[in-house]
């Protein structure tokens, strides 16, 4: 007789063994299923923490220009960049705030002292993403009417306002006005699109009107090339990148492309630890579970199986006194195993989902915040909308065919293992010994 129709004969003589396996089956299929769900979902979520915090790399230096961190901007490991160009720059037909402390013209006596030379009443800052400054990403400062700059605004005339500017010129988005450069001869228009607080308090000493919080506007960095009499260094740059891996490839390239220069390459990557190591501890505890659950339940099945072979040695005796082949032996508790194991991976993928679900959640809630943008960044990515999607746990078909494979090999080596006691079995030991 076939030893395959052997096989399902003596499942369904053994109904009660049948059952008892297959629950074991459905066990480890559950637990590893569970395994490669949570596996997948920490990958997708450490992605897409590594596009939203990532980790910020701020550069400083002789002869950083806009151009040149252009091109670092486009290095392959950055996802976004922000130059800082700042310049000072006159009003027109704008009143700039002044400070309420006595300023050096006088004091509180009345009396008065040589005038000084003043500089330009704004402080501008030309920006390429402000959502990268660091007021904006720690919620120091935040957007309260319209937008902030964006890369789209590269080369556009638009600016976003302080509060108290906009309060005591009455501006609001949609308005336009209008800034000069510092030698008075060249006047842009700009057009309000948004308002911002800082929560910066005014000083409690005399400063000039530039170095007051209210004062400061946001521009695209060209209209502060426009303004500028000549070619100007940026303050500084900041470049977010996936990982705290990736700024050495981007220090070297900021080498290369500097020169010799000396300057500042200040890594901060505490949000990213903060957020994405957990993420990382829970696709290693992931993964812990896929290799003891394998291992286990090979250790469990092999058991099993033993028990089984020393129960029926009569059996096999007979069988073996018949003419029948040993590896057919060892190959008809192989498929019995199996034949077990592959709806258990259907009944694992039905049952198992919503307590896997569970679990997921209970191990990656604490890490959602990784997936939105940092407390008050005033332009939140389109995509953002799907990244409470990432921690969610999807039975894949790749899934399944993992855990079916893996399924497979543990019924293989539990039977394959214990079965090679057969081989050194005889028929006239096997009958004698029953006898």
């Not at 400070?99 to 040589?114: I, L, Q, V, Y």
């Not at 120091?140 to 937008?147: E, L, N, P, Q």
């Not at 009569?314 to 069988?319: C, M, P, W, Y």
Request: aromatic share 4%; proline share 7%; hydrophobic share 40%.
């Amino acid at each position: 007789m076939n030893f395959v129709k052997r096989a399902g004969m003596s499942l369904r003589a053994r109904k009660a063994r049948t059952a008892a396996l297959l629950g074991i089956f459905v066990v480890i299929c559950t637990l590893l299923l569970g395994g490669f769900l949570l596996q997948g979902a920490t990958a997708r979520q450490e992605a897409e923490a590594q596009r939203t915090i990532g980790v910020d790399v701020t550069l400083k230096g002789e002869g950083l220009t806009p151009a040149l961190a252009d091109r670092l901007g486009s290095s392959p490991q950055v996802h976004r960049y922000n130059p800082r160009l700042p310049l000072e720059a006159g009003a027109r037909g704008l009143e700039p705030l002044e400070s309420d402390a006595p300023g050096p013209g006088g004091d509180r006596t009345g009396a008065k002292t040589p005038p000084l030379k003043t500089p330009p009443p704004l402080a501008l800052n030309g920006v390429r993403d402000s959502g990268l400054l660091l007021p904006f990403s720690y919620g120091s400062s935040k957007i309260t009417a319209g937008r902030g700059i964006t890369p789209e605004d590269a080369g556009r005339g638009v600016a976003v306002v302080e509060q108290r500017l906009a309060e005591k010129n009455g501006l609001k988005a949609g308005d336009t006005l209008r800034v000069r450069s510092a030698d008075g001869k060249r006047t842009v228009p700009l057009t309000v699109v948004g308002i911002y607080r800082d929560s910066t308090p005014d000083p409690s000493r005399w400063v000039p009107p530039h170095q007051l919080p209210g004062n400061v506007l946001y521009v695209p960095v060209r209209t502060v090339q426009r303004l500028s009499p000549g070619t100007a260094d940026l303050a500084e740059a900041v470049f977010r990148i996936g990982s705290p891996e990736q700024a050495e490839q981007l220090h070297a390239e900021a080498r290369r492309l500097l020169g010799g220069g000396s300057f500042d390459f200040r890594v901060n990557d505490k949000a990213y630890r903060d957020q994405v190591r957990p993420i990382q501890r829970a696709g290693t505890f992931a993964g812990l579970i896929v290799w003891l659950t394998a291992v286990a339940g090979a250790l469990i099945l092999g058991l099993l199986v033993m028990l089984q072979i020393r129960e029926r040695r009569d059996e096999l005796g007979v069988l073996l006194s018949l003419g029948e082949k040993k590896w057919k032996l060892i190959g008809q508790h192989a498929v019995e195993v199996a034949a077990v194991g592959l709806p258990a991976v259907a009944v694992a993928a039905l049952a198992g989902h919503v307590a896997v679900q569970q679990a997921g959640d209970a191990l990656l809630a604490r890490q959602d915040p990784a997936l939105s943008p940092r407390a008050g960044s005033p332009d939140t990515p389109a995509d953002s909308s799907d990244s409470s999607d990432s921690s969610v746990m999807r039975v894949e078909p790749s899934d399944l065919g993992k855990v079916a494979g893996i399924g497979l090999g543990i019924s293989l080596v539990s039977t394959v293992v214990p079965g090679i006691g057969i081989l050194r079995l005889h028929p006239r030991s096997l009958l004698t010994d029953s006898e």
